[in-house]
């Protein structure tokens, strides 16, 4: 049976009660129709949905799904929207499947050192709460104030403690799904450990909403660390800088956060921080250990001895919450600094293997000298996760302008893949790397991973157009 769009929100309205369902002529649709992504970097042709849905509990979210599923109707999945690869915008229209009402926190379990959440969770709150008994939960995407949980498990999401501590998949323990047609699956478990049958878990995590719509999450969490100390180091170039990351390593230290910026990105901070950079300033290390606090004086002491050995120009320290703060402030900033000082910026997160940060940036510098375009970078060094920002100061929507954007992209992607690296560390594939695919993953790859997706949803109604570009040609062995 197909059904004419507009009449997907009067039957889902029948369904769910009307006031969960926002349909044509609403002025709050358009919401659903945009996400943190750089329009610049979206296909054009998307066509927007025909209604989002307010879902209040799996029950909903299954009946939305078997109505989508016998209708024909493609079906979004959609957090809190602050994707930045248009993960969660509709490419043939449909519906919106919004989980921002799921948003009980079920269970926190010290004994077990799990808590039981709803998808709509968002990460920051549920963070304090864990915090509260004494409890951490470590993944920090920069957005946790306001990015969801399921969002987090459908993009597998990461942040600055992922050096230490892992991404999101080494946190989801256990996952309730709703798959495309209505059926529902528990798959996962609840203990520290379990091998039992395939690791379903592992593909729904970073699925980007193509295979189902999670419901329930269980998720490990470990004990707070009882303390924490901040470092920040200034070097002259991005060079010195990773050369001191390179000998802290080197002698076993293992900090839960490793930040790296460069020199653009300093200058673009410099005016709206309260810290006066020294004269030189040409990179930033901001490094964070934790653990016992006995023990982390002395550890950071020698961290600060080892920078100004490798030629650090000013190294600070600080302890208490608001010296801490103080600290993330500079690197905090680099991103809304960025932001307001050009039209638009194009944030790729590419992620080289960590020996060649150092040649990743010497080509970015090259690519950005050969297209004419500016960049600033900052990012995650521990992981070799660089945001490289593109800055663009032109309307990006003329037709010369996307083409110098789309080549610096392509040459970005290109220079990744020849160091062994990958498109994306964190955002995930989306829409806007979807066509890119090839340049890192060959041709039978893609195929078996549109075998898996079909598995899951044959009639390709969940989420479409998203993470696996279209057949290029006939896949033989
Ligand atoms: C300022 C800023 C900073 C950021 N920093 C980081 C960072 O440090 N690290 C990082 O990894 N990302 C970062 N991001 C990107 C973004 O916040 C993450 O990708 C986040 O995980 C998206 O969560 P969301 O709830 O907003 O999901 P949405 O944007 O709503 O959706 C993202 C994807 O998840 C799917 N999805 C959402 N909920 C579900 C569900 N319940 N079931 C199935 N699929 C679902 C959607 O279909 C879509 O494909 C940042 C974004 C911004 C704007």
Not at 82 to 96: D, E, F, I, K, W
Not at 137 to 166: E, H, Q, V, W
Not at 184 to 208: H, I, M, N, Q
Not at 278 to 286: F, Y
Request: net charge negative.
């Amino acid at each position: 049976m197909s059904t004419r769009s507009a009449d997907i929100a009067e039957i889902l309205g029948r369904e769910l009660g009307a006031g969960r369902v926002i349909g044509a002529g609403d002025d709050r649709l358009a919401d659903y129709g945009r996400d943190e992504t750089t329009p610049a970097m979206l296909p054009e042709g998307l066509v927007p949905p025909a209604c989002a849905v307010l879902c209040e509990d799996a029950d909903e979210v299954a009946a939305v799904l078997r109505i989508c599923a016998e209708r024909a109707v493609p079906v979004t999945p959609r957090g809190a929207g602050s994707g930045m690869v248009g993960g969660a915008l509709p490419v043939r229209g449909g519906v919106v499947l919004s989980t921002e009402r799921m948003q009980r926190i079920l269970e926190i379990s010290s004994d077990d050192l799990v808590a039981v959440v709803e998808p709509g969770v968002i990460t920051g709150q549920l963070q304090e709460a864990v915090e509260a008994q004494g409890l951490f939960y470590p993944p920090d995407p920069a957005s946790l104030a306001m990015c969801s949980i399921g969002g987090n498990a459908a993009t597998n999401a990461g942040g600055p403690r992922a050096f230490k501590y892992g991404v999101t998949r080494e946190y989801i323990l256990g996952l309730d799904v709703a798959l495309m047609g209505g059926e529902r699956l528990r798959v996962g478990r609840r203990t520290a450990k379990g091998v039992t049958g395939y690791d379903l878990v592992a593909g729904f995590v970073g699925s980007e909403g193509t295979f189902g719509v999670t419901t329930q999450l269980t998720v490990k969490l470990l004990p707070l660390p009882p303390g924490v100390s901040t470092l920040l180091a200034v070097f002259a170039d991005v060079r010195a800088a990773s050369d001191a990351i390179a000998a802290l390593l080197g002698r076993g230290i293992r900090p839960r956060v490793l930040e790296l910026a460069d020199r653009a990105s300093i200058d673009h901070v410099r005016k709206r921080s309260r810290y006066r950079f020294p004269d030189g300033a040409g990179a930033i290390v901001l490094l964070e250990v934790d653990g016992d606090p006995d023990a982390l004086d002395a550890q950071v002491l020698r961290i600060g001895q080892d920078c100004e050995r490798h030629g650090a120009l000013d190294v600070l320290v600080a302890q208490s919450p608001t010296e801490r703060r103080a600290l993330w402030e500079a690197r905090r900033q680099i991103s809304p600094s960025l932001r307001e000082a050009h039209r638009t910026k194009i944030n790729e997160d590419l992620c080289v293997p960590r020996g060649a940060i150092g040649e990743m940036l010497a080509r970015v510098d090259r690519v950005s000298a050969e297209v004419g375009l500016p960049v600033a970078v900052f990012g995650h060094a521990g992981d070799g996760n660089l945001h490289v920002n593109l800055l663009v100061d032109d309307d990006p929507a003329d037709p010369a302008v996307k083409a110098q954007i789309a080549d610096a992209v392509g040459r970005l992607f290109a220079e990744t893949v020849a160091l062994r690296g990958t498109l994306t560390g964190e955002h995930g594939v989306g829409l806007t790397k979807r066509d890119h695919m090839g340049v890192e993953q060959d041709e039978r790859v893609l195929e078996w991973q549109r075998r898996w997706k079909a598995m899951w949803d044959p009639a390709d109604l969940l989420n479409p157009g998203k993470v696996l570009p279209a057949r290029r040609r006939a896949c033989t062995e």
